[in-house]
């Protein structure tokens, strides 16, 4: 699946309230609708001029609903999903996120940061409508980049 336009996206986004992240055992599952709205919104505070950073945590739990059957591949999908419309930093930072070991870097570092204290800290951190101009203005940013190239 490969998502077209903000609309797609935003309703992907909405499918995942009540869906619950089961992918880590020993943790408590988190709705992925609310993780992602913390997340993003962790992001907003931490990295406030990086909106393509901010987009990340809110569109990476995706990949649960593309491929709910499939735990090692749902970062791919995600990422593959997301790239003709968000662009290539963010599909690169969704197939990363979810890897073990040290952050290859601080972009990296602050996504897994956020998207760790988003599953533990209850806030209310907006709703997804919120974010429709942001995720609105990097796709377009990068409808631009790729028309320039």
């Not at 962790?42 to 609903?65: C, Y």
């Not at 952050?103 to 940061?113: C, M």
């Not at 101009?133 to 409808?143: D, F």
């Amino acid at each position: 699946m490969e998502l077209r336009s903000v609309e797609e996206l935003m309703d992907l986004l909405y499918a995942c309230r009540g869906v619950r992240d089961t992918r880590v055992p020993g943790r408590t599952p988190v709705d992925l609708h609310e993780h992602a709205l913390r997340t993003a919104a962790l992001l907003r505070r931490s990295r406030p001029a990086d909106k393509e950073l901010q987009v990340t945590g809110l569109v990476h739990p995706i990949g649960q609903l593309l491929r709910p059957g499939d735990p090692a591949g749902q970062a791919d999908h995600a990422a593959d999903a997301v790239r003709p419309l968000l662009g290539d930093r963010i599909s690169r930072l969704i197939r990363r996120h979810p890897w073990l070991g040290a952050p290859a870097d601080d972009e990296l570092a602050s996504l897994r940061h956020a998207a760790e204290e988003g599953r533990t800290t209850g806030f209310d951190a907006g709703v997804l409508e919120d974010w429709r101009t942001v995720l609105k203005l990097v796709a377009e940013h990068h409808s631009t980049l790729r028309a320039v190239d």
